[in-house]
């Protein structure tokens, strides 16, 4: 498989009037055709921030700093003219976003917003011909009606059905890469299940490659081959999924697995919680960002950044835990060393 | 078993939303909630939970029914006794962004309910309350003279709860407080109520969408549909044995935080097709028998009600009807 999309010490700030809030603070990553990929943080950690720069979506006051590359294809989308970049939004790569009805046009019938996107990128087709295909796009994506349906507005559907549409929209040029911002967030546990397996039917059978952002990570465990874990604008851990799952290598990503209540814990028990709240990037910390909020923090942690350590198979975990010398140091069970 | 706090009784709230349209909310429903006790209310958007919460404080009026807070209809309290019963039961809301008064300090939000019911002698003691309160819910004396726009989600919500704890209640109703909230601060507040609770000897309505976080917080859960109640037993009962063909779809849509485990309940699933049918002007008999795998003729045609089936384990299904 060959490379589609490589992210190269990607670095974005946004200049407020309280000071320069640094989102990204150089982010590297890649992903390869027909692969689908999970970024996992909480909010403020800089993901949507990075899958809006993918899609050359930053505006002032946000700036994309000097030495970041976005690789698609062999070329640095950063560079790209308006109108080069107009081809590839939308045809390209394409994005879906968390909350539906505000990310729609309310004055434009559905079947016309993704009409646009088609005659956007098919300059040769009619009108009609797009409206036929605007038809098919939303059967596929499993709306009743769809011809009906075509025709009436956002405020129309429900919840889940505006998801589907915004899909039919993301979709309807056959991207290669489709971006998806906490599709599910706002929608019910039944309707979530629903929108997860249409994107995981369609990547398969479209082959299209899927950057997943969220901040759950129930929903990433079975759609995702690899999972990348941000903390405040940076990368803290990426393997593929059994890894962060099984033996997450990181404090973060285990705190964070523990947090979530499984079904097969006692009730009422204490709940893992991560206490306090992540870092102000408007003055990021100089050593690890997670140390105020780690339990195994050491001197170290306050002072330098850790480095990435590998552990095979594209494993890695930015921690001082595994530096050689803190070989005894107390961590969490999770990471422990089989002897 | 302790009393029964709240008792409701074939409890309906209809909207009227246009000629000839009703919108039934809730829908003869009936359940009590005994005094120390966390009741989960989960369902999906739309079916009702929420506005079950409101009337049964009397946010909403009701259309019929009624509900008891501790022998009294709290539908027809009046003056000094509604007064009363407002200190005594308080809410907490989902949006934590919405709920509170951006043009008002965090001590003020706080005070706001001691001030109204004259819970503090003089200057100095309501400082003291609200201080006490901040502590409670984790946040300290500097945060008192800021605003809300300078708090993250997580301590607004915990404003919120200092909010409703600062009149002393008895009873608080919990709308989806943590559903807008990052999973690793959803941690952080579901410890703190239960913390509260076992301190304070609160009785807790908890409504919310997300089945794992209800489960762990309630001692009982009732499973809402389209304004009816389909099933209502103890949290360990409804997770083990699931009984409304409802619940079972509900259970078997939550994602695990497992690949392996994911990768199994995939297959198994039971795919819940289609979306929640209208509740205006809602289907003749029972109100899932649209999106039901197991439905019968009967189901069509006459409304299953909520009847034992085992000791303490209610369901409104049909399957579970004249055999027991």
């Known amino acids: 498989m060959s490379k589609l999309l490589e992210v190269k010490d990607l670095r974005v700030s946004y200049h407020t009037y309280a000071g320069e809030v640094q989102s990204v603070r150089g982010v590297s990553f890649d992903l390869e055709e027909g692969e689908a990929i999970a970024i996992v943080g909480e909010s403020g950690c800089g993901k949507s921030v990075t899958a809006k720069t993918i899609m050359g979506l930053i505006k002032e006051p946000g700036k994309i700093k000097e030495g970041s590359e976005i690789i698609y294809r062999g070329q640095d989308i950063l560079k790209l003219s308006k109108k080069e970049m107009g081809q590839y939004r939308g045809k390209e790569a394409a994005i879906i976003f968390q909350d539906a009805l505000a990310a729609l046009n309310p004055t434009m019938r559905v079947g016309k917003q993704i009409m646009e996107n088609i005659l956007q990128h098919n300059k040769s087709m009619s009108k009609s011909e797009a409206f036929e295909e605007a038809v098919k796009m939303l059967e596929m994506v499993g709306i009743p009606d769809a011809r009906q349906r075509a025709k009436q507005y956002p405020h129309e559907f429900s919840g889940g059905m505006r998801q589907r549409a915004m899909i039919a929209i993301a979709f309807a040029c056959q991207p290669k890469l489709l971006i998806a911002d906490e599709p599910t967030t706002a929608l019910d546990v039944t309707i979530q299940a629903q929108i997860m397996r249409l994107i995981k039917d369609l990547q398969k059978k479209l082959n299209t490659s899927v950057i997943l952002i969220t901040h759950d990570l129930g929903v990433v465990a079975n759609v995702a081959k690899r999972i990348v874990v941000m903390y405040s604008g940076k990368i803290v851990e990426s393997g593929n999924s059994e890894d962060i799952f099984y033996h997450p290598k990181h404090p973060y990503t285990c705190a964070l697995l523990n947090a979530v209540p499984r079904l097969d814990l006692e009730n009422k028990q204490v709940l893992a919680s991560i206490e306090g709240t992540p870092p102000d990037l408007l003055d990021p910390p100089k050593g690890c960002p997670f140390c105020t909020r780690c339990r195994y923090c050491m001197k170290i942690c306050c002072e330098e950044l850790p480095e990435m350590t590998q552990f095979g198979d594209g494993h890695q975990a930015a921690c001082w835990l595994h530096h050689p010398m803190a070989a005894d140091c107390e961590r969490p069970k999770e990471m422990e060393v089989s002897k | ?324």
């Open chain 2, 1 to 324: 078993m302790s009393e029964a706090i709240l008792e409701v009784k074939d409890l309906c709230k209809h909207f009227q939303v246009g000629k000839n349209k009703i919108l039934k909310a809730v829908d003869h429903v009936s359940f009590t909630i005994r005094e120390g006790e966390t009741l989960g209310m989960v369902g999906e958007s739309g079916c009702g939970k929420t506005t079950c919460g409101r009337t049964c404080i009397g946010l909403y009026d009701r259309t019929s029914g009624q509900v008891l807070y501790k022998g009294q209809d709290v539908h027809q309290l009046k003056g000094a006794e509604k007064t009363a019963f407002r200190k005594e039961v308080q809410m907490i809301f989902q949006d934590p962004y919405a709920s509170l008064d951006p043009r008002m300090t965090v001590a003020d939000i706080v005070a706001e309910g001691i001030d109204i019911h004259h819970l503090a002698k003089n200057r100095k003691e309501r400082e003291e309350k609200i201080y006490h309160y901040l502590n409670l819910v984790g946040l300290n004396k500097e945060h008192a003279n800021r605003f809300v726009h300078e708090f993250s989600g997580g301590q607004r919500q915990r404003i919120g709860i200092a909010r409703a704890l600062a009149v002393e209640p008895k009873f608080i109703v919990l709308d989806e407080p943590i559903s807008a909230l990052d999973v690793s601060i959803q941690a952080q507040i579901v410890n703190l109520l239960i913390k509260l609770q076992k301190e304070m000897g609160l009785t807790y309505l908890f409504v919310a969408h997300d089945l794992s976080m209800v489960k762990h917080i309630s001692d009982r859960v009732a499973v809402m549909y389209l304004g009816n109640m389909v099933e209502l037993t103890s949290s360990e009962d409804l997770y083990s044995k699931p009984m409304h063909p409802y619940t079972k779809a509900l259970m078997s849509a939550i994602p695990i935080p497992d690949p392996k485990v994911e990768a199994e309940r995939e297959k198994n699933c039971i795919h819940l097709e289609g979306e929640v049918t209208s509740p205006i002007n809602p289907p003749e008999g029972c109100n899932f028998c649209t999106r039901c795998q197991n439905a019968m003729e009967i189901c069509k045609n006459k409304k299953p009600e909520l009847r034992e089936v085992e000791p303490g384990h209610f369901v409104a299904c049909h399957c579970f009807g004249e055999a027991k």
